[in-house]
């Protein structure tokens, strides 16, 4: 059982991208999902999460650019990006609280590579 994020890549400054974390294996129940990011030099940090009353919660850089969402029947969750800054230039990360057949936790995806150019 794993967390998949894909969906970075580079783009110029003011456009859009799409992140996805898909989760393999047998899967029973996706629940307080999250992204974060780590930008070269610095900690990681919290972008959003999806909590399990479908709240949620942004960092204030990216409120009103960013929105997390899931695909239920996928076991899958995303990141859109709108606007982006290069200061939004970093590796993300997707988490989720997963029962599985072989596990009960949270693991991390590997990242993936956000970078936005001037």
């Known amino acids: 059982v794993q967390l998949q994020a894909s969906g970075g890549g580079l783009v110029q400054a003011g456009g859009s991208l799409r992140l996805s974390c898909a989760a393999s294996?047998?899967?029973?129940?996706?629940?307080?999902m999250g992204w974060y990011r780590q930008a070269p030099g610095k900690q990681r940090e919290l972008v959003a999460t999806?909590?399990?009353?479908?709240?949620?919660n942004y960092a204030d850089s990216v409120k009103g650019r960013f929105t997390i969402s899931r695909e239920n029947a996928k076991n899958v969750f995303y990141l859109l990006m709108n606007s982006l800054k290069p200061e939004d230039t970093a590796v993300y990360f997707c988490?989720?609280?997963?029962?599985?057949?072989?596990?009960?936790?949270?693991?991390w995806g590997q990242g993936t590579l956000v970078t936005v150019s001037s």
């Open positions: 988490t989720a609280f997963l029962i599985a057949r072989t596990l009960n936790g949270r693991p």
């Open positions: 294996g047998v899967i029973y129940s996706m629940n307080d």
């Open positions: 999806l909590n399990d009353d479908n709240s949620t």
